[in-house]
T-cell receptor, first 110, second 114 residues
Framework: SQKIEQNSEALNIQEGKTATLTCNYTNYSPAYLQWYRQDPGRGPVFLLLIRENEKEKRKERLKVTFDTTLKQSLFHITASQPADSATYLCAHGAGNMLTFGGGTRLMVKP | DSGVTQTPKHLITATGQRVTLRCSPRSGDLSVYWYQQSLDQGLQFLIQYYNGEERAKGNILERFSAQQFPDLHSELNLSSLELGDSALYFC?????????????FGPGTRLTVL
């Protein structure tokens, strides 16, 4: 079955460093992947979408890559700040429904 | 603020009961999506409506139903509630039904079944 997976362990990094989060997919080839940010008790907020023919997408301090050979997307936050602490979700859309990974919790320490 | 509103914010009820969750999409959005988020299952797609018609269905239980009204607001009805239905329920909206359309999520309704 199609699976989209993220590292369930929290990622702790120091302020100013680059955070890198991983999203892996198996048994299918998504045409695109989306990344969302979710703060505790709140709804997810869309960040970036990357298509399979795009190797890389950037938005301010955010960068997403899509490696169809490794079946993986990487999400980077450069010059991380404590305000970046949240859970980050990757998602794939098939038709009209989004399938989300379990999310990775990022903690940026000052 | 995403522009999507959900009521109520919190709901506490007993097993066997029925509840209705309400969602108003962003102005101009025609699609409404419902998701369930629990600790063990993560964020799961339930159902989508576009301009009043059901468009896509996920792993929605038969005890759950939804509809979208002519003014585009949507309601999710949960009946014969079980303890395992306790979760955060999110509504999202998008302009259309394209699979790359950005979905804007509401603040959620936290349902607790005792």
């Amino acid at each position: 079955s199609q699976k989209i997976e993220q590292n369930s362990e929290a990622l702790n990094i120091q302020e100013g460093k680059t955070a890198t989060l991983t999203c892996n997919y198996t048994n299918y080839s998504p045409a695109y992947l989306q990344w969302y940010r979710q703060d505790p008790g709140r709804g997810p907020v869309f960040l970036l979408l990357i298509r399979e023919n795009e190797k890389e997408k950037r938005k301010e301090r955010l960068k997403v890559t899509f490696d169809t050979t490794l079946k993986q997307s990487l999400f980077h936050i450069t010059a991380s700040q404590p305000a970046d602490s949240a859970t980050y979700l990757c998602a794939h859309g098939a038709g009209n429904m989004l399938t989300f990974g379990g999310g990775t919790r990022l903690m940026v320490k000052p | 603020d995403s522009g999507v509103t959900q009521t109520p914010k919190h709901l506490i009820t007993a097993t066997g009961q029925r509840v209705t969750l309400r969602c108003s999409p962003r102005s101009g959005d025609l699609s409404v999506y419902w998701y369930q988020q629990s600790l063990d299952q993560g964020l799961q797609f339930l159902i989508q409506y576009y301009n009043g018609e059901e468009r896509a269905k996920g792993n929605i239980l038969e005890r759950f139903s939804a509809q979208q009204f002519p003014d585009l607001h949507s309601e999710l009805n949960l009946s014969s509630l079980e303890l395992g239905d306790s979760a955060l329920y999110f509504c999202a909206s998008s302009v259309s039904f394209g699979n790359t359309d950005t979905q804007y999520f509401g603040p959620g309704t936290r349902l607790t079944v005792l």
